[in-house]
């Protein structure tokens, strides 16, 4: 996100910044918790615990949202080129991406588990998806 990598410096370091971030397409936030301290919490605690967390990854990501196009503006005038991975690019590595997940489940079962449970998620989510959002090209 730009707005991280305004704060890491990454304008000091580089001269490009190519989107999507195959790597990354979320920024996922996780808070650990001791499982035995966790079972000895309260209802209401943990419903604190987890209201907290919601409103905070709720806030980062609006955040985010906000601030990330006026520092990707400001990157750019201060000379960091902000393009676009090619189409046939992210095509193949989406194939090559695809390759390495299905190898991995193969050889792992816990793996091959979140896996499946993932692609299940996928296959439902794009009849949502699909048809849900303004094309961005609108």
Not at 76 to 91: C, F, M, N, S
């Amino acid at each position: 996100m730009p707005a991280i990598d305004q704060i890491l410096g990454f304008n000091q370091v580089v001269k490009y910044n190519l989107f999507p971030g195959w790597h990354q397409q979320f920024t996922a936030q996780y808070m650990l918790i001791n499982k035995d301290q966790w079972d000895k919490t309260t209802d209401a605690q943990k419903a604190l615990v987890e209201a907290s967390c919601t409103a905070a990854t709720t806030l980062g990501l609006a955040e985010g949202e906000y601030k990330n196009g006026k520092v990707l503006a400001e990157f750019q005038e201060k000379g960091v080129q902000a393009d676009q991975i090619p189409r046939d690019v992210l095509k193949e590595l989406q194939a090559v991406t695809e390759e390495v997940l299905k190898e991995e489940a193969s050889r792992d079962a816990d793996f091959k588990r979140v896996y499946e449970s993932q692609n299940e998620f996928l296959e439902t989510y794009e009849v949502w998806d699909t048809r849900a959002y303004v094309p961005s090209d609108l």
